[in-house]
């Protein structure tokens, strides 16, 4: 660092410039002050000498005395600093005059012409600015006899004033300086001297010389600074001697971090490989993914167009897996699948792609094959999928819906033909035809299934929904007894949509619990009704799994009975078995809240689930529905007529009541009144009516 650079420097300018601004004021203030007295006393003695002459001149005047008039203007003429005096009149003319021949402004008049008249001389001497002008009336009983004027140098009165601002000027730089010096040595000592012991220590520190101790004599805060500092070089000094430790250390350790770095590379590569599997197949059956699948099509679909080949893609789902996941559980399920997956892979050829695309649907991809050779193999993966399928705790049989769509004939790229081969699925399902090629008619139900998503909201918030009422009769009686509340709705547009098409949109747009909550409002209200009306029928409403895991329906029942005034058995809650064996102690909880308990009870579907005595036992439950497959061919299969039978049997022995559906027919009827069962229901009676038409059917029942 340079002179020039240090503080002290630095610090020793900013005190001389502080100290040269001060005293500058301070300066040309005093210079001021001397000014104006010395400013003040020109003008007093010029303004005085005016007024002398001013008095003086009165008498020569009024006597036209020229000679004293002279006399008294070359007196006032002859004061020190004078340079001229005259006497005028009212017109400035001269009537005396004199000028003072030694000042320098009338000696430079004097040699440059000849005075002839003395009026422009003294109007020039009037207008100077260096001279200071004084004029006075002279008066005499109150009327002007002249004027006097009287000229005054300034010049010699401002050298005065430089003189005295050079003296102050001087004495007040020498007074800044000693101060100034004495600053600079105080700060020198006590404040620079320190700061430069604290630069070379740090020096000494930055250049790795921990050696040189740094130490300030005294108490101030640069000695305590200084003892910090020198703690901080020793404790620097340890810390580098740690760190040369370690280096030490480090570079052992470095002798074998290439050979590391190696095993954990060759460890990285694998782990890459195995993530990239898992991102393209499907953990559970280890099949190819949707990913992997898409990319195959997309693969096999430019292989087509290349070869004017054509494909077929199959899109397949499982019959009646949600009732086996909500049955058996998930661990039972996901093994169900693992064997579905393997079974597959024998049903077809080694070209094919068969992949798991999420739940129980299942895609393949088969290049070079036509329409008629596609539904081969699709009948080959059905008999593959016949044989039972044996898991841990169960034995089961379960049926599969393909869908076929052909490339190019039903689409030209990946996206279409897994939507057609989608929709083809749904269409076998629905008309559990098992297998379907695609066809342009069926492609209409896709897009209502997704406008239903969006009406279904509006039908729960403009009340397009309904509730039909199926009478249910009891036998011994020939009397109906109670009613099943079954939904309905009615769209402007699509006119009726029935409960297969709307429910499981419902329940996989989350809004099951809303329409479940309506039903139940619905059937409390129209409860209420009929009792105020004096008819005592029960209403039977249908309650799902979703409904039973639902929290808050406890707590939504004890308001609907409070709202509605139902104390005991005017509502009936029907719960299938497949929803019971779901979670059973759930539902034997459910049933034991004492508000709940103000419904009755019935298992529905009896018989095409996997309930356990054991629960039969135990649920509070007043009767048990025989599931209406066993009922209708029960005239004509002994199989079904036996099942039903047992049914009977053991529902009355466990002290509950029976309730056959699906009647259709007089034979039905006629034999199960045989069998001893207790209530029915189906079309042989009467359909799910409106309310408004209800109290007509019930009557030609009764009188039937």
């Known amino acids: 660092m340079t002179k020039f650079n240090s503080l002290a420097f630095k610090f020793f300018i900013f005190i001389a410039i502080i100290l040269i601004i001060a005293m500058s004021i301070s300066t040309y203030s005093q210079y001021r002050n001397e000014a104006n007295i010395i400013n003040k006393a020109l003008y007093d003695r010029g303004e005085s000498l005016a007024e002398l002459l001013a008095a003086i001149s009165v008498e020569p005047l009024l006597v036209f005395d020229d000679v004293t008039l002279n006399g008294y203007a070359e007196f006032v003429s002859n004061q020190k600093n004078i340079v001229f005096a005259a006497v005028v009149n009212e017109k400035n003319i001269p009537l005396t005059h004199y000028l003072n021949k030694n000042n320098d402004y009338i000696q430079s008049i004097l040699k440059s012409k000849e005075i002839i008249d003395i009026q422009p001389v003294l109007e020039k001497l009037r207008g100077n600015t260096n001279i200071l002008f004084f004029e006075m009336h002279i008066e005499f009983g109150g009327n002007n006899l002249a004027k006097a004027w009287v000229g005054l140098d300034r010049l010699p009165y401002n050298q005065l004033s430089k003189n005295s601002l050079l003296e102050i000027m001087w004495v007040t730089l020498g007074i800044g300086l000693f101060v100034g010096g004495a600053i600079y040595l105080l700060f020198k000592r006590k404040i620079f001297k320190p700061i430069a012991v604290l630069t070379q220590g740090t020096r000494s520190i930055a250049n790795f010389n921990f050696d040189t101790r740094v130490k300030i004599e005294g108490s101030d805060e640069f000695a305590l600074l200084a003892d910090s500092f020198d703690k901080m070089r020793l404790h620097i000094r340890d810390t580098m001697e740690s760190r040369d430790i370690a280096m030490v250390k480090l570079s052992e350790l470095n002798e074998s971090l290439e050979e590391r770095v190696h095993e954990r590379t060759q460890e990285l590569q694998i782990l890459n490989l195995k993530i990239a599997h898992e991102a393209m197949h499907d953990p559970l059956t280890g099949l190819p993914n949707r990913v992997l699948v898409t990319e195959q099509l997309q693969h096999d679909i430019a292989l087509a167009e290349r070869t004017k080949t054509k494909l077929a893609v199959f899109i397949m789902d499982l019959n009646n897996f949600k009732e086996v996941n909500d049955t058996l559980g998930h661990p039972e399920g996901d093994r169900l699948l693992i064997n579905v997956a393997q079974r597959l892979l024998k049903a077809i050829r080694e070209s094919d792609t068969v992949g798991r695309l999420g739940g129980d649907e299942f895609a393949m991809v088969l290049p070079d094959i036509n329409e008629e050779d596609a539904i081969k193999v699709a009948n080959k993966i059905l008999e593959e999928l016949l044989p039972s399928f044996a898991l841990d705790d169960h034995t089961l049989k379960v049926g599969a819906s393909i869908g076929i769509a052909m490339y190019p004939d039903h689409g030209i790229d990946h996206t279409s033909l897994v939507r057609l081969a989608d929709v083809a699925m749904y269409e076998a399902k629905k008309d559990k035809s098992d297998v379907c090629v695609y066809r342009a008619e069926l492609d209409k139900y896709t897009p209502l299934r997704l406008s239903l998503m969006d009406y279904l909201h509006t039908a729960l918030e403009t009340n397009q929904l309904q509730l039909h009422y199926q009478p249910q009769i009891s036998l011994a009686e020939n009397k109906v007894v109670s009613v099943e509340a079954l939904i309905r709705w009615y ?27 309506w039903v139940l409002e619905q059937a409390f209200m129209q409860w209420r009704k009929w009792q105020d009306k004096g008819m005592d029928l029960q209403i039977a409403v249908n309650l799902s799994a979703r409904d039973l895991a639902n929290p808050n329906l406890p707590v939504r029942i004890a308001e609907l009975c409070k709202k509605y005034r139902m104390y005991s058995n005017g509502i009936k809650a029907e719960i299938t078995e497949s929803a019971i064996m779901y979670n059973p102690e759930q539902v034997i909880e459910i049933m034991k809240e004492p508000d709940v308990q103000r419904l009755q009870f019935s298992i529905d579907d009896f018989g095409t689930g996997y309930s356990s005595l054991s629960y039969l036992k135990r649920l509070s439950v007043e009767e048990v529905k025989i599931d209406k497959s066993f009922i209708t061919d029960m005239v004509k299969d002994d199989s079904d007529a036996s099942i039903v039978k047992s049914v ?48 007509s059917v019930i009557k030609k029942i009764e009188q039937f």
Do not use: M
Not at 499 to 509: G, K, L, R, S, V
Not at 668 to 685: A, E, M, R, S
């Open 648 to 695: 009977i049997d053991l529902v009355h022995n466990l002290g509950r009541v029976v309730v056959a559906e699906g009647v259709e027919d007089i034979e039905t009827l006629t034999q199960l009144k045989l069998l001893g069962c207790d209530k029915v229901q189906g079309y042989y009676f009467s359909k799910a009516v409106p309310v408004n038409e209800l109290l």
């Open 491 to 517: 769209h402007p547009e699509l006119g009726w949509i029935f409960p297969d098409q709307f429910i499981p949109i419902a329940e996989n747009t989350g809004l099951i619990n809303q329409v479940s909550d």
